[in-house]
């Protein structure tokens, strides 16, 4: 079975920096994108990151030039570095993978999620 399990979240002061990592574990041929998604309390889950399976990457405009997603494919692990964080940054961040498992077709799978806190 796959699975998804981010680490690294916490609580940080402004202009602090986390990084977040996802592994995907279980019998799984491939993975194509990688993403991460937050979401804050009382709005709807966004998009925030993602990276293609030849490294090409897009960010949401609110973290442009602050955050840097990246992935190591030998490990089946991507990253989220977090640098200059601000308040409305907090939210609980879910690692997000277009991926085929063994025996299977692809498909979408999702983290359990970890909680980023940026307050003073």
């Known amino acids: 079975q796959v699975q998804l399990v981010e680490s690294g979240g916490g609580l940080v002061q402004p202009g602090g920096s986390l990084r977040l990592s996802c592994a995907a574990s279980g019998r799984i041929v491939t993975i194509s994108n990688m993403a991460w998604y937050r979401q804050a309390p009382g709005k709807e889950r966004e998009l925030v990151a993602t990276?293609?399976?030849?490294?090409?990457?897009i960010y949401a405009d609110s973290v442009q030039g602050r955050f840097t997603i990246s992935r190591d494919n030998a490990k089946n692990t991507w990253y989220l570095q977090l640098n200059s964080l601000k308040p409305e940054d907090t939210a609980v961040y879910y690692c997000?993978?277009?991926?085929?498992?063994?025996?299977?077709?692809?498909?979408?799978?999702w983290g359990q999620g970890t909680q980023v806190t940026v307050s003073s």
């Open positions: 997000n993978a277009n991926l085929r498992p063994v025996l299977k077709p692809f498909g979408v799978f």
């Open positions: 990276i293609t399976s030849d490294g090409s990457t």
